[in-house]
Each structure stands twice: as structure tokens, then as C-alpha cells.
């Protein structure tokens, strides 16, 4: 069993020991590939979305030095027609980039060090091979390809985390020969000498890399333009690969006593990814599982500093846009333009679309939009905007809790003053002329209540439909509130109109404890009042 080549199964082995959830029908997906002009493969997702269990998945499968028949049994791959056709059939060659990048030693000279350690022991596993005497690793693997016939698979996992470390690209200044390639520059070049060379086709069966970013672009072309790309933003086929699905994560709920599947959709679901429609993040539900309550495990996927070092640099009106998604609103994106760099961000759709990458936003294909997709990351947002100062956003939560604890007692003046400077503060994102768009302010103004409460707007109910509506979560011991809008009426005609319409009849069905509001706002004295009555 080697560090690089063949290193057999022992790794799928340990992740089927834990709650596995199967994920193998991907491999026919990739099967389909082997040997074809699509037999290069950069499927790439967000930190702790199961990056490299898939990638130690395929090693198993495919690794000719072991026999995993018997770790697929009863798995889904096993009814595929394609399971006994590559089922331990090649040489496989692992890499896992970060196990360079982490290492300050290598800092400097990772490409060279990389190619020295496979090299090596390529080398030691065809001994009977004649090599070129300062053959590069490609070289090396067709004189393996030429004197044996044998042939490799390659697996890369975190095939970006140069791109993302040490992103630095040459600069000439003259003669491109007065430069020395930067680390990016040999790595890239170190890839298109593996998988674009004539020799390339011969050598790999085929070739599987892992990552978070697609393959850079360079001058707005792929550096490697002959991969098939699977990402957050283009799934192809492979969405249901990429989270758990609801069924899925319904299945681990049946085993867990302490939460609940709603408890789980509440903090980890609300990612679109392609054609489906409700996908989790698996990382986060299997620690909230194993730890028997929900909260946020984001903080440790590294990628923080980075997401609140975007969020900072406030293009065309940003702030204003995260103020709206964290009050369930969504913002139009555009990330086409995005060359795939997390070192070269230009527009808010380049920080956008960076963020859909690194899973802070969701990306809803159809409509062109983004939007946060759960109380797990609108809190890691919060922290973000806090840890960087944007007094603006920090004043819109702050003043939000203050409302919500103003609705809670009854205070209806303090409400209606409360509602006074959400508007004034918020007049960049909407100017008012009817009741849609108070209840936009509204959604904004009451962004607190995400926490302890579910936010419908226009919810059906009754004879029609209700504002707002405010569902306490499971566990929480809050009324629900229903709350009704009017433009330039009073605030006793929303109260009524709650009543003829029976707006609360609906909301009955969750609790017994409910608050009517009703808020109106007055065009001509610019301000808002408010009338609470307990149901």
C-alpha cells in the first residue's frame, strides 16, 4: 500500500464505519466516462459538502492492488451495469494537495516537491521500468505506459488549494524568461503537462479532481478547457451528489431522538443546487446529529476570514443587498464573469459568486438569484459583518431585536417608532407607495425574529392572504404573531381585516398563543402606527 499509488481501500473502510450516507450512484457517472473524450473530471463544491469522501470513494472502487467487492454490497453503484466493469481495475494515483500547502517547508517549491514524491515512489512500484534520467512525472508515467502497457486513474483532491494559497501569477516585465514562474504558474503548467500532452489519452484512463473553485481561467479561457466540470453554480447531473437530500437526511432523523427533521431544515437545508431543490449541508447535519443539538459548525471550515474579507470590500451597493438576503430577500447574480480566482475579485458578482462556492449563499440556477439559505449561515454572515464594522447592518439587528421585544409586550408606540427608523435607515433599498413594499421594510425591520421564529409573507390563510406571518419554531415558547400592512389607512383597519378574513385561522393550527398587529403608515406625516391585540 503506497502514500500516492495504490493505496488500496483502508479510507472507505473508515467512512463506512460512521453513518454513511451512500452516495456511490455518482461512480456510474463517472464510469460513463472511462476511456472517453469526457474522462477528465473537476467536480468542485463547497468546504465540508464531501469532497474528499468522494474522492477516497472512487479509490476504492477502482484501486486494482485491493478487492472492495464487499465494501459496495447493498450499495447503490452495485446495481449499476458499469459496477464489474472498472471494479478494482487500475493503477490509482491519490494526491492531496493540502497535504503540501500546509506545510511551510515545501512553501517555495511545492510543485517540484510534489513531482519529487511521486516520482519516487512510482519508481519503487515499477522497478523493472527504464526511466529517462531527469524525467518528469509525466514522462516517468509514459515510459511505465510505453514498456508495460499499464495505465493509471488520478485522483486529486483539493486540486485548488495552490490556486487558493498562493494564487500569485507571473508579471513580465520584458522577456518572459527574466521572470521565475510563480508557484500557481509551474502548478498550472504542471497539469497541462498531465492531462493536455499527446501523450495524456494513453497514459490515464482517466482523472477525478476535487476543489472548491473551478478550473481557473486565464485571458477568459479554462486553463484546462478539455475538463468536464461539475460546481456549485453547474451541477450537470450530479446535484443530488452534492448535499444530503431531504429523504436522506429524513432517514439519519428516524435514528435521532434529540432533533427533529424541521429542526435540521431550519439550520442546514435551503441550498438549490441544479434540479434539486432542497439540498443540506451533510457536514453540519452529521455533527449536529452526533452532538444531539443543532447549532453552527460552519466556524471550522476555514473559510471565515476569506468570506469576511469579500463582504468588506462593499461593491455597488452590497451592503444593502446583505441587509435584504438576511431579511429572506434575494439578490440577481450574474457568475459567468467570474474567472475562477478568489484573488481577483472586480464586481459584486465576483464576490457573489465566490461566496456561492464557498457555500455562504445559495444559487437558484432558473431565476439568476442568490440568497442565504439557512440560520446556520445568515449567523456566520452576522458574525462577518460584525467582525468588520458595518455599523449600518449592525444597527439594522440591533434595532430588529428591539422590535421584536417591543411586539412581543404589546408596546404598539414603541413598535411604531421602532418602524419609523427601519424605514428612514432603509429608504437605499426601498422607497414606499404601497403595501408591498412596507412589507418589504417590514421583513427587514423584524430580521431578529429568524431566530426564534419561521417568516412567511403572504402566506394563504383564512380568506386570503396574511402580510406577514410569524410561526415559532419548534420549542420556542412565543405567541405567533400575525401581522397586517395598510398604506395610508389606520391601523385599526388592519386589525379588522385580520378578523374578517380570518387570517388567524390558519396560524391556529401551529399554536393557540397568538398576537393580531396591524401597522399603518401614513404618506403625508411619514410615520407609522401600530395597534397589538392579543387572540
Not at 286 to 315: H, K, L, P, V
Not at 373 to 391: D, F, S
Amino acid at each position: 500500500m503506497g502514500t500516492y499509488i495504490n493505496k488500496g481501500n483502508l479510507a472507505f473502510k473508515k467512512i463506512l464505519r460512521s453513518k454513511y450516507v451512500d452516495k456511490t450512484s455518482f461512480i456510474a457517472t463517472v464510469n460513463s466516462t472511462i476511456d472517453t473524450e469526457d474522462q477528465y473530471i473537476c467536480a468542485t463544491r463547497c468546504r465540508r459538502f464531501g469532497k474528499s469522501m468522494m474522492a477516497k470513494t472512487l479509490c476504492a472502487y477502482y484501486d486494482k492492488s485491493c478487492d472492495s467487492r464487499e465494501l459496495f454490497k447493498g450499495l447503490a453503484i452495485e446495481k449499476d451495469p458499469t459496477f464489474e466493469e472498472h471494479l478494482n481495475k487500475y493503477n490509482v494515483l491519490y494526491l492531496d494537495i493540502t497535504s503540501f500547502t500546509t506545510q511551510p517547508e515545501y512553501h517555495g517549491h511545492i510543485v517540484k516537491s510534489i513531482q519529487k514524491e511521486l516520482i519516487e515512489e512510482i519508481q519503487l512500484e515499477f522497478p523493472d521500468v527504464k526511466y529517462k534520467e531527469g524525467a518528469d512525472l509525466m514522462g516517468c508515467l509514459q515510459s511505465i505506459f510505453n514498456q508495460t502497457g499499464q495505465r493509471f486513474y488520478f485522483i486529486i483532491d483539493e486540486w485548488d488549494a495552490i490556486c487558493r494559497e498562493f494564487p500569485e501569477r507571473r508579471k513580465y516585465k520584458g522577456s518572459p524568461l527574466e521572470v521565475a514562474p510563480t508557484e500557481m504558474d509551474e502548478y498550472v503548467m504542471l497539469l497541462r503537462r498531465l492531462f493536455k500532452s499527446q501523450s495524456s489519452d494513453k497514459v490515464f484512463v482517466g482523472a477525478y479532481l476535487t476543489g472548491i473553485l473551478p478550473m481557473v481561467k486565464y485571458n477568459t479561457e479554462s486553463a484546462l478547457n478539455n475538463f468536464r466540470e461539475y460546481s456549485m453554480v453547474k451541477p450537470r447531473n450530479a446535484a443530488a451528489s452534492f448535499g444530503f437530500t431531504s429523504n436522506e437526511v429524513k432517514v439519519l432523523c428516524e435514528k435521532c431522538n434529540e432533533i427533529t427533521f424541521d429542526d435540521l431544515v431550519t439550520w442546514y437545508d435551503g441550498y438549490k443546487i441544479g434540479n434539486e431543490q432542497s439540498i443540506f449541508n451533510p457536514n453540519s447535519v452529521m455533527n449536529a446529529i452526533n452532538a444531539g443539538e443543532c447549532s453552527s459548525f460552519w466556524a471550522a471550515t476555514g473559510s471565515y476570514d476569506r468570506m469576511a474579507s469579500y463582504i468588506d470590500m462593499n461593491f455597488d451597493g452590497l451592503k444593502d443587498d446583505i441587509i435584504n438576503m438576511l431579511a429572506g430577500g434575494r439578490c440577481v447574480v450574474n457568475p459567468t464573469g467570474f474567472v475562477n480566482d478568489m484573488s481577483v475579485i472586480n464586481t459584486k458578482d465576483d464576490v457573489f459568486t465566490v461566496l456561492i462556492h464557498l457555500g455562504y449563499l445559495a444559487y437558484d440556477a432558473a431565476e439568476h438569484e442568490c440568497y442565504i439559505p439557512n440560520k446556520e449561515i445568515a449567523g456566520e454572515i452576522i458574525n462577518a459583518v460584525q467582525a468588520n464594522n458595518w455599523q449600518e447592518v449592525i444597527n439594522t439587528i440591533k434595532l430588529s431585536k428591539e422590535l421584536v421585544n417591543a411586539t412581543l409586550t404589546g408596546d404598539a408606540l414603541k413598535v411604531a417608532s421602532i418602524i419609523d427608523v427601519a424605514h428612514d435607515e432603509n429608504t437605499s433599498i426601498l422607497s414606499y407607495n404601497d403595501e408591498n413594499s412596507l412589507s418589504c421594510v417590514l421583513s427587514i425591520a423584524y430580521i431578529y425574529a429568524k431566530n426564534d421564529y419561521i417568516v412567511h409573507r403572504e402566506l394563504p390563510s383564512g380568506k386570503g392572504f396574511a402580510d406577514l406571518v410569524f410561526i415559532p419554531r419548534k420549542h420556542v415558547n412565543l405567541p405567533a404573531m400575525v401581522v397586517e400592512l395598510k398604506y395610508d389607512k389606520d391601523a385599526y383597519a388592519a386589525i379588522e381585516q385580520i378578523r374578517r378574513k380570518e387570517y388567524q385561522g390558519k396560524v391556529l393550527e401551529y399554536t393557540s398563543n397568538l398576537l393580531l398587529v396591524g401597522i399603518n403608515y401614513n404618506k403625508d406625516t411619514k410615520k407609522h402606527t401600530c395597534l397589538i391585540e392579543k387572540y
